[in-house]
């Protein structure tokens, strides 16, 4: 019997990492963060001191790390066997992220990494290109946006509530950065598949999204 897939793509910010935590959860599916491949990628890159402009070395880094996820109630990773949980939501690791994820020849080393973690009963995949390239065949495809200001507010009251000092202005235009990467890159770029879903979570609460989207799988 084949494994059932719902991948949720879009930019940062726009609230995949909770909605697909939580639907994972409801559903009692796995739950792949692909972001959080290409952040350990970037550690790792940090770690061994590689040249950023070196793409044929980053790859055989991306081939040869050993990766382990505990998706209990915090997500924990394991780099080589050290943990790196505390480096993944880092804003410098997401920016180097988002450089390593431009290059063709990383994103192909990472592919069955990332198709490694369809297993039964379900997996809820979370990325850029999990719906257009990862898992092309996926059952349910949605696509989850919110406009960049929405976006950048969002992370700005997360920094605050942190006690993490954060300038809105800043973080707009590291979002709107980030989104050009990510969409403008040759590889795999941030896209929407044909068969997508669309939806805009600017006005929506958390709670609605998840329900909308757990009424495309029932
Ligand atoms: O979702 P995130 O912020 O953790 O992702 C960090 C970076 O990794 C993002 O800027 C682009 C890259 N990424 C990607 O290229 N493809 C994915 N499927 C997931 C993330």
Redesign the pocket.
């Known amino acids: 019997m084949s494994v059932p897939v719902l991948t949720i793509?879009g930019p940062?910010?726009a609230g995949?990492?909770t909605v697909s935590r939580r639907v994972a959860k409801q559903l009692g599916w796995h739950y792949l963060?692909?972001?959080?491949?290409?952040?350990s990628l970037a550690v790792a890159v940090q770690k061994q001191a590689i040249d950023m402009n070196d793409a044929a070395a980053i790859a055989r880094v991306a081939e040869s790390m050993v990766l382990e996820f505990d998706c209990g109630a915090e997500l924990v990773v394991r780099l080589n066997g050290v943990d790196i949980t505390a480096e993944i939501p880092l804003e410098s690791t997401?920016k180097i992220?988002?450089i390593v994820?431009?290059m063709p020849e990383v994103?192909s080393r990472l592919l069955q990494k990332?198709r490694d973690f369809k297993k039964s009963p379900g997996l809820v995949a979370?990325?850029?290109?999990?719906g257009t390239v990862?898992f092309p065949d996926a059952e349910t495809k949605v696509y989850l946006t919110a406009s960049a200001r929405e976006r950048a507010s969002r992370r700005y009251k997360q920094l605050i509530e942190k006690g993490i000092d954060a300038n809105l202005s800043q973080i707009t235009l590291e979002i709107e950065e980030?989104d050009r990467?990510?969409m403008e890159?040759e590889s795999?770029p941030?896209a929407m598949a044909s068969d997508a879903v669309y939806i805009d979570s600017s006005a929506m609460t958390i709670e609605s999204v998840i329900e909308e989207i757990l009424n495309l799988i029932r």
């Open positions: 793509d940062s910010g995949k990492g963060d692909s972001g959080s491949i290409y952040r997401g992220a988002s994820a431009s994103r990332q979370d990325g850029r290109d999990m990862v980030r990467r990510d890159r795999a941030l």
